[in-house]
């Protein structure tokens, strides 16, 4: 069975230094993997998603992630925080034959300083 | 832009009260899902959906929650009765593939006192 796990629930970074929000993923098959965010009082939102295309993939709000099938990880990373960063991070993967769910990890809350 | 509509987005109930949760997912995804959302536990899968059939329930309490989809347009959550540990924010998300990912609604906020 697929699994992700997200290392570090809580990650606090000054505004304009870089963010790396790390994610590590378990599966038999090659993956679908995901990142969503989630604002306060907010449903989850799509940040990005690697479906076997390219391994660098590029997000919404600047965020990019890159696929490293050696290391099994799937780490979310943008160069430079802003405030409006600060939410909940979700990483989900599934597999890549039929509709089965997404598996979520636990969730990274980022914490951006002024 | 398409979203998922989920009602209502706070709900305040007491201790035995059946609660209903509705989802419009989107025109078009023929797979919905619910989960739940706690502190403790994280994102949890509920109950899905694929052409308003039901896949899998496994993680719904049987004996108080059912899940429904009327027709494409409505699915449906439901908790008798309700109890305190119930208190969660439930979410309802649609897809047209899983592999193209989730559309989520804002959520149903329940708490059961």
């Known amino acids: 069975a697929q699994s992700v796990t997200q290392l570090g629930s809580h990650v606090s970074v000054s505004e304009g230094a870089l963010v790396l929000l790390r994610c590590n993923y378990s599966?038999?098959?090659?993956?679908?993997l995901f990142w969503y965010v989630q604002y306060p009082n907010q449903g989850l939102q799509l940040l990005l998603k690697?479906?076997?295309?390219?391994?660098l993939v590029k997000g919404i709000n600047g965020f990019e992630a890159e696929f490293k099938k050696s290391e099994t990880s799937f780490h979310l990373t943008k160069p430079s925080a802003h405030m409006s960063d600060a939410a909940e991070y979700f990483c989900?993967?599934?597999?890549?034959?039929?509709?089965?769910?997404?598996?979520f990890g636990k969730g990274t809350r980022l914490s951006v300083i002024a | 832009d398409a979203r998922v509509t989920q009602t209502p987005r706070h709900k305040v109930t007491e201790m035995g009260q059946e609660v209903t949760m509705r989802c419009q997912p989107i025109?078009?995804?023929?797979?919905v899902f619910w989960y739940r959302q706690t502190m403790m536990q994280g994102l949890e899968l509920l109950a899905y959906?694929?052409?308003?059939?039901?896949?899998?329930d496994s993680g719904m309490p049987k004996d108080r929650f059912s899940a429904e989809m009327p027709d494409a347009t409505l699915a449906t959550l439901k908790i008798q009765p309700s109890e305190p540990r119930d208190s969660a924010v439930y979410f309802c998300?649609?897809?047209?593939?899983?592999?193209?990912?989730?559309?989520f609604g804002s959520g149903t906020r329940l708490t059961v006192v």
């Open positions: 989900a993967v599934t597999l890549n034959s039929g509709n089965t769910p997404l598996v």
């Open positions: 599966s038999s098959v090659p993956p679908y």
């Open positions: 690697y479906t076997s295309a390219a391994t």
């Open positions: 025109l078009g995804h023929n797979t």
């Open positions: 959906f694929r052409n308003r059939a039901p896949l899998d």
């Open positions: 998300a649609s897809a047209f593939e899983t592999s193209y990912g989730y559309t």
